[in-house]
Structures are given as structure tokens and as C-alpha cells.
């Protein structure tokens, strides 16, 4: 039985938007599970995402993936409703939903694409993740160095609208985050390389990073993608054991 036909669709409240999420469950009781966030202009439908969910159900780990404020089948208008601040909110009660289900235990993992990235850094302590997997995560808003960012595997970049900007820092809280997996394009031309290094210098051990060679943003090349599905699903693997 693949994970497809464990898929079970969630909604709840976030500061009163119906946000809509997929569980990808694996067989046998209450496993551990992976909370994903996706990137600013992506949703839940994200390949990486989808990939992770696959591999992790393959080693008995739940995968919950959804959409923030603003984007899928999610609701709330982007440009309105976007903000750190807002995601945060939005993974953490991502993280109580979870929580309270009887099918699940309660040791729980984050992954984050992106701004998604950032969204995992941000609450990370708080909701006392065991295990934390990042990819081209932004440490400030301003280390944002274009006017789009593409996470959907479109062909087209997105273009964020007139006008629109994000001021955050999450350099404070990454202080006392362990067991992190920072992923992150050496030739990245929307958030610098230089945020992993400061994500994995202000970390906790056990800790690694790992430089996508003249990898891109978006992370086009197939080589990358399989490096970080392999090496993402093996991190959780570890760090939430069944």
C-alpha cells in the first residue's frame, strides 16, 4: 500500500483562514511525523515536498504538508496576509493540529523550502522540533536579493507583486536549534549562500550542511534533487526513529 492511498486531507484555523493540508501516514501506530512549510510563492504542492512525503511514509514517518494563508487551496488574499510573522503562526498551529491527533505520536520534524526555511527557523524551539531540515532558508527578509522567487516548478518565474516586501530576522532564534540539515545552492541568486553558512555556524550540533555545486534557487538540476531527497529522508530517518 503506497502512501497515496494513506493520504488523508486536514483543514484547520489559523487566525481565523481555513488552511488546507494532506497527512501522508505510513503503516503501524503512531508515528513520528514531518511538518512541511513551503516557499513564499509555492504551496503544498511544492516537488520537494511531495518527494519527501513519498520517502518518509516509505520509512514510517508521517508527512504533513499544507498550504499557508494566502496560497492554494488555502484562504486569504497573498499580498494581505503574507508576513513571517503570519507563517509562523500558521506552523504552529500546523504543529497542534498535528499534536493532537490520536494516530500520531508527538515527536515531530520540520521541514522548510525557502521562506519556508525561514518559517521552520522561526519557531523551531518553541514547538520543540527533534529534527529540522532546511533548503536555501533567508535569515533576514533583506537577503531576499530579487523581485521573484520561484518554488512551484513552473517554467515562469512568479513575480511578487508592486510594492511588496518582508522584514523579518530570524538570527535569534536559531541559538539552541540542533539536529539541522541546512541545504543551499552555492550559486544561489535569491538568497546568498552566505545565510546557510550563518544558519549552520549559529546551530547546534548535530549538524550539517550541504552545497549544492552551481545549484539554483529553484534546485533545476536532477542530480540536486535526488542528492537532497536522499539525504533529507535519511536525516529524518535518524532523527525520528520508529
Known amino acids: 500500500m503506497d502512501s497515496e492511498t494513506l493520504c488523508r486531507k486536514i483543514s484547520f484555523f489559523s487566525d481565523g483562514y481555513l488552511l488546507a493540508g494532506t497527512l501522508h501516514m505510513p503503516t503501524g501506530d503512531r508515528p513520528p511525523v514531518v511538518i512541511g512549510s513551503h516557499g513564499l510563492l509555492s504551496s503544498s504542492e511544492s516537488a520537494k515536498q511531495r518527494e519527501l512525503a ?4 516509505r520509512n514510517g514517518i508521517a508527512f504533513f504538508r499544507f498550504d499557508h494563508r494566502g496560497c492554494g487551496a488555502s484562504q486569504g488574499y497573498f499580498p494581505e496576509v503574507t508576513s513571517l510573522k ?3 503562526a500558521d506552523l504552529r498551529n500546523a504543529v497542534n493540529v498535528i499534536r493532537s491527533r490520536p494516530d500520531l505520536g508527538n515527536r515531530i520534524g520540520l521541514f522548510g523550502s525557502s521562506m519556508g526555511g525561514a518559517t521552520c527557523l522561526g519557531i523551531a524551539r518553541e514547538v520543540a522540533a527533534e529534527v529540522v531540515v532546511v533548503y536555501a532558508a533567508p535569515v ?15 517554467n515562469e518565474p512568479v513575480r511578487l507583486p508592486d510594492g511588496f516586501r518582508l522584514h523579518f530576522d530570524v538570527t535569534d ?16 541568486t535569491v538568497v546568498p549562500f552566505a ?3 550563518k544558519i549552520y555556524k549559529l546551530t547546534e550540533e548535530p549538524k550539517r550542511l550541504i552545497a549544492l555545486e552551481q545549484g539554483d534557487h529553484p534546485m533545476s538540476r536532477k542530480d540536486h534533487q535526488e542528492l537532497f531527497a536522499r539525504e533529507a529522508t535519511q536525516w529524518f530517518a535518524t532523527g525520528l526513529p520508529r
Open 54 to 57: 513519498e520517502r518518509c511514509t
Open 195 to 197: 545565510d546557510a553558512r
Open 140 to 154: 533576514r527578509g533583506g537577503d531576499i536579493r530579487r523581485t521573484h522567487i520561484q518554488d512551484n516548478g513552473a
Open 173 to 188: 532564534k536559531l541559538n539552541g536549534i540542533r539536529n539541522i540539515l541546512v541545504f543551499h545552492g552555492d550559486a544561489d
Open 86 to 88: 503570519a507563517r509562523v
